[in-house]
């Protein structure tokens, strides 16, 4: 797999998520979901998972939490740090989460669909200690366990295409679509040819049709 950032900068990347969470949640009494969604929706963990230098490891999680904040448009006074990041539950949850998102290369938008901060805190008890290879298959699991409907399912009867019109439509053949909707073939190793014709057809991105794929990825051509 080809990450967004080498292996030298995931604990900086660790331990400044796990900062900011463990400050966020016990310092400045933001509920960790509420966190969360801000780092999604401020853009910040969009550059956190596409590797840009000031957020993974130039700054502090204190400094992350002040940037979030701010493009977040929330002012307020910031309370002064403590240094028992270790011992939190909240700084686990977000230094592991940092390690998930590297290990796997899915975004954290995706991520947090299926995973929520309560699901996290659940799964401290038993595995703050363990490795993060371990934890990540127990986040593996419980993203796998979540899945509804396929994404081009979705895509396709929003539409109101039946599966033989749209293999009509695009030419692709209706026993792949139907692998594709059933996730017997994993649409994230389709050709680009064969997702192009599908979001024209559909009317949507590319990315809308690919799945959290929390395999190691291989090119598949159509």
Sequence with gaps: M??????????????????AVDYAVNYCQTEMQVFFDLFISSGIADQFGRSVPKIISGMTGIELVMEIFRNSGIERDLPDPQD???????????????????????????????????????????????SEERCADALNRMILR???????KVQRIARNYTQKELSEKTGISLRSI???????????KASGATLFVLAQTLGCRMEDLLEIDVNEPESEDE
């Design 2 to 19: 080809i990450r967004a950032y080498g292996e030298e900068y995931l604990s900086d990347a660790m331990k400044n998520l796990g900062e």
């Design 84 to 130: 028992d990041y270790e011992y939190s539950s909240a700084y686990w949850c977000g230094w592991i989460i940092a390690y998930y998102q590297w290990y796997t290369g899915i975004p954290f938008r995706d991520i947090f669909q299926s995973i929520s901060a309560e699901d996290l805190e659940r799964l401290y008890p038993t595995l703050h200690e363990a």
């Design 146 to 152: 979540t899945q509804g409907d396929s994404r081009l």
């Design 178 to 188: 139907q692998h594709y909707e059933q996730r017997t073939k994993n649409i994230n």
